[in-house]
């Protein structure tokens, strides 16, 4: 591995809430209920049912998916990073549960460990060899029929680059197609490819789903002229992907 590439990020890392997450509004508990209708639209369906199972939000920043799971009623939750900053904040947030690693040597020390682990927004940010490490290192710290759940860049998006560029710490994007093919390769089955729609908890947020559906129909329509396919097209700027372990 280029060990320049790897400072360079470490570098960004260890002021992700100054530099990037906060510099303008730092996140607080109010800021984070917020997502909890988002998280609630696309996460919420792929949780296990029972309210013991082992969690991992991996690469967890400061903490909101997490605090979700415990508003849920998820006991066993916990949460790795490996920005400082980002771990501090999330202790300053009341979240306990959370430790400062690296991710893919501390899932090789938990083999077998968790019912589900969730990987949000994070693989956009390694590159393309650490990703199938990193994958086979998750396969095996989940437990037999286990699920991981990722939220990632989708390069099929009209807009990908407002997504991909606004963090100088990311290195690539995937399309349905591309994060289906790296799951399969580590050993992952049953992968199915969602995309994330604007979240619907009011007026204003329903108007703007209504015009999301309208726009994807007009892109659809535009990508079946030029590829003669039909179905399947992921458009928005990120997708999420649900895998299994069997």
């Known amino acids: 591995m280029d060990l320049r590439k790897v400072d360079y990020q470490q570098r960004l890392y260890d002021s992700y809430v100054s530099t990037h997450v906060g510099p303008v509004n730092v996140p607080t508990e109010r800021s984070i209920r917020r997502n909890y209708p988002y998280f609630r639209q696309h996460f919420a369906r792929h949780l296990p049912q029972n309210r013991s199972a082992a969690l991992l939000d991996a690469g967890c920043g400061y903490g909101s998916f997490l605090q979700f799971l415990k508003e ?54 390694f590159q393309k060899e650490r990703v199938l490490e990193t994958l086979d290192a998750v396969a095996g710290a989940l437990r037999p029929e286990g699920r991981l759940i990722i939220q990632t860049a989708n390069g099929d998006g009209p807009f990908v680059g407002r997504y991909l560029y606004g963090d100088f710490t990311h290195e690539l994007a995937f399309t349905a197609r591309s994060i289906g093919q790296v799951l399969r390769a580590v050993g992952f089955s049953a992968v199915a490819v969602y995309p994330v729609e604007p979240a619907v908890h009011g007026p204003k947020s329903a108007v703007r789903w209504l015009a999301w559906r309208a726009i994807r129909i007009v892109l659809s329509g535009y990508l079946m002229a030029e590829s003669g396919v039909t179905r399947g097209h992921i458009l928005s700027q990120n997708l999420i992907a649900v895998a299994a372990r069997y």
């Open 72 to 125: 849920e009623g998820y006991r066993n939750v916990l949460g790795i990073d490996m920005s400082s900053e980002q771990i501090d904040l999330a202790h300053q947030l009341g979240n306990a549960n959370v430790v400062c690693a690296d991710m893919t040597p501390y899932l090789r020390n938990h083999r077998d460990a968790f019912d589900a682990i969730f990987l949000l927004d994070v693989l956009e940010h």
